[in-house]
């Protein structure tokens, strides 16, 4: 007999209870992370409905809660807006909603009530860490709870996580000590441009990641660049058509240095090579020269939206 799919083991779990239930009532995708799921339910569906369904998930699938999200993330500190629990397997009990995703034997803890996870950016996760070699000093701008960090930390690099949500910077460091790297992992709390001055001119690569346009990006991206080694590359995350995927980054960065664009040159508009950003001032270095960038790699990440996707372009500097 071929197993059961999980969301039939669910509307199982739930026509024991209701044989009348329509099998719409019941999701066709949620978020599992270890022994709790998040789950989004048709709008004006019934609590009483949504209380059997929550229950169905946890008989179904043996999990421990299950939780409604009941709005989307928002908020410069990417909070979910809304959650309720609907089922759980036991008695309430304080720390419910934590719990701890594992994913390429990389451990996450969170509370799902009060912090979002990315389930989407799982192959940019490895990939940073593959990137990154032992011993390179990175700077993440938005480490979250550790999203690229950790990966980053088990594969040898040392990592400046600076984070302005308190809560999930206090996930961060628990993470760090989870996952064995908290001798590689130096959180921060705080708006990034306002802490870590200490780190300017010192990163081998910087995380910076995503932005919804070019407005949104344009008070980070001096910032970023200052982390720099005089030869570095920032990874920065953005929104963008497939048909302006490679020329968006180009477009981002030539304001604050001359940008050189993707090979095949053909592809793009002629780079720009004004308003080049004053690095050696923004580091505090004594030297003449100023950077240089060119993107050497487009990544699509996700689908964000309908004809939009979320990209990752590897911006590399050099001096000239």
């Not at 799982?122 to 940073?128: D, F, I, Q, S, Y």
């Not at 040392?158 to 130096?186: I, T, W, Y």
């Not at 487009?298 to 500097?317: C, G, I, L, N, T």
Request: proline letters at 7%; glycine letters at 6%; hydrophobic letters at 40%.
């Amino acid at each position: 007999m071929p197993p059961v799919a999980p969301r039939q083991k669910v509307i199982n779990a739930y026509t024991r209870v209701d044989k009348e239930a329509p099998e719409e009532w019941v999701p066709k995708k949620w978020e599992l992370h270890g022994d709790l799921a998040v789950i989004q339910l048709k709008e004006g569906t019934s609590y009483e409905v949504k209380q059997r369904v929550g229950e169905a998930f946890v008989k179904g699938l043996n999990l421990r809660i299950v939780i409604e999200d009941v709005g989307r993330v928002g908020g410069e500190l990417r909070k979910p807006q809304g959650s309720i629990v609907l089922a759980r397997r036991n008695e309430e009990t304080e720390r419910e909603t934590e719990t701890v995703h594992i994913e390429n034997r990389v451990k996450y803890s969170f509370d799902a009530a009060r912090i979002m996870f990315s389930s989407g950016n799982t192959t940019e996760r490895v990939k940073m860490g593959e990137l990154t070699t032992p011993g390179e000093t990175v700077v993440d701008m938005f480490a979250g709870i550790g999203y690229f960090t950790l990966p980053i930390a088990k594969n040898g690099g040392m990592v400046h996580a600076l984070e302005k949500n308190p809560v999930s910077a206090e996930f961060l460091v628990k993470n760090a000590a989870l996952n064995g790297v908290s001798d590689r992992v130096h959180v921060q709390n705080g708006d990034n441009r306002e802490i870590g001055t200490e780190l300017l001119g010192t990163a081998d690569r910087v995380s910076m990641g995503f932005f919804d346009g070019k407005e949104d990006a344009k008070p980070f991206i001096p910032r970023a660049i200052s982390f720099l080694k005089p030869s570095g590359t920032v990874h920065y995350h953005y929104l963008s058509t497939k048909e302006a995927a490679l020329t968006t980054p180009v477009d981002h960065f030539s304001p604050f240095v001359p940008c050189l664009p993707l090979q095949p040159p053909q592809l793009f508009s002629p780079p720009l090579a004004s308003l080049s950003i004053d690095y050696c001032a923004m580091t505090s270095m004594e030297c003449s020269p100023k950077p240089v960038a060119r993107v050497v790699r487009v990544r699509k990440v996700k689908s964000y939206r309908p004809q939009v996707f979320h990209y990752v372009a590897d911006v590399q500097f050099e001096l000239w």
